[in-house]
């Protein structure tokens, strides 16, 4: 899959400029076993292979890693385009900028040759120390002023645009004196970066913070959109929580309808990180993506479930937590 290594033309969208691969997954090792044994052994017939157009990586997962799974997503690549997507560049952050991270990052780049290249708007940690969480910023000039510095910086180290993604949120600053959609409008005129609409956390953070998740969306820079992401969160009854651990809701498939429509054939990935189920099943939800493009309204709305009399509400943490948790849980094995 050739890369984009600098920014289209100023009269081509960035949305033109990269390509539209179809309908993707998240490539992880629960499901390794399941991709050797079926699609990717060459031997199946091609009608065999799952309906899956290419696969994501959490990009810190391959960073320095040179086992089993560097083999697995040589092995990956070679069949599908690839996307890496970051969870550690702390874009928002007042410590300087991770040269050794991003260093490292580039080299994964250099060997993956993803189609591109994304991480989030927001900040990750403060004195050296990663709270493995995806924080929020104030939207500010100020905050603004940053950002726009440090995404060029970050662009002109690895040559190519940088995929940023809106944030599932849960608090708001009082110190803000623009919204999210016009942070992010701004952000992407100022840098030419592009965007990856996660259409979960425009549904999770819009109940949490209650404006209108559909004006959100039209309010976007359609232009710079290059990806779009859907998931399954957790309803805690007064607030929604980003868990990815569960089927796409009804009222975000009714939000990916609205996005797609304004671009259509947008490059799509179904996030699924905490009970991961088996890889056919990720599939059959990915396929709902398919249906819901050919005007059909796939899934169950998502209500409030409280706990059974005398039952405590089961903790709920978000998934970069939860997924740093499996992996180290998974190393110490």
Same mark, same amino acid.
């Given at each position: 899959?050739?890369?984009? +290594? ?28 399941? %991709?050797?044994?079926?699609?990717? !052994? %060459? ?18 997962? #391959?960073?320095?890693?040179?086992? #089993? ?6 092995? +990956? ?9 970051? *969870? ?50 104030? @939207? ?10 440090? *995404?060029?910086? +970050? ?42 609409? !996660? ?7 819009? #109940? ?21 992401? %859907? ?24 939000? @990916? ?15 699924? !990180? ?22 059909? %309204?796939?899934?169950? !709305? ?32």
């Amino acid at each position: 899959m050739n890369s984009i +290594v600098s920014g289209p033309a100023p009269d081509v969208a960035l949305a033109d400029a990269l390509p539209r691969l179809g309908f993707g997954v998240g490539l992880r090792n629960c499901h390794y076993e399941w %991709l050797l044994k079926n699609d990717l !052994d %060459l031997t199946h017939e091609p009608s065999q292979s799952p309906q899956v157009d290419w696969f994501e990586i959490i990009s810190e997962n #391959f960073m320095d890693n040179h086992g #089993f799974a560097r083999y697995m997503l040589d092995r +990956v690549r070679e069949r599908y385009p690839v996307v890496m997507h970051g *969870v550690s560049l702390s874009i928002g952050s007042s410590d300087p900028l991770n040269r050794e991270y991003i260093d490292g990052l580039k080299v994964l780049i250099d060997h993956v040759k993803p189609a591109w290249i994304s991480d989030h708007i927001c900040w990750t940690g403060i004195a050296g120390v990663n709270t493995h969480d995806l924080l929020p910023l104030p @939207y500010t000039e100020a905050s603004l002023r940053h950002v726009v510095q440090r *995404v060029n910086e +970050v662009q002109d180290i690895l040559q190519r645009p940088l995929i940023l993604e809106n944030p599932s949120t849960y608090l708001q600053f009082k110190s803000s004196d623009m919204s999210e959609w016009q942070f992010i409008n701004a952000l992407c005129e100022e840098t030419g970066c592009g965007l990856l609409l !996660d259409v979960n956390n425009v549904f999770v953070s819009a #109940f949490n913070h209650g404006y209108d998740p559909e004006h959100y969306i039209r309010s976007l820079p359609h232009d710079r959109i290059v990806q779009m992401h %859907l998931a399954g969160p957790t309803h805690c009854g007064s607030h929604m929580i980003d868990t990815h651990d569960t089927e796409v809701p009804r009222q975000v498939w009714k939000l @990916y309808q609205l996005a797609q429509s304004l671009v259509p054939d947008c490059s799509t990935l179904l996030e699924w !990180d905490a009970n991961i189920p088996a890889f056919p099943v990720l599939v059959d939800e990915l396929n709902k993506a398919r249906q819901a493009l050919s005007g059909e %309204l796939p899934g169950t !709305d998502l209500e409030y479930q409280p706990p059974a009399s005398g039952q405590a509400a089961p903790t709920v943490v978000s998934t970069p937590i939860h997924h740093n948790l499996q992996v180290e849980y998974a190393e110490s094995d």
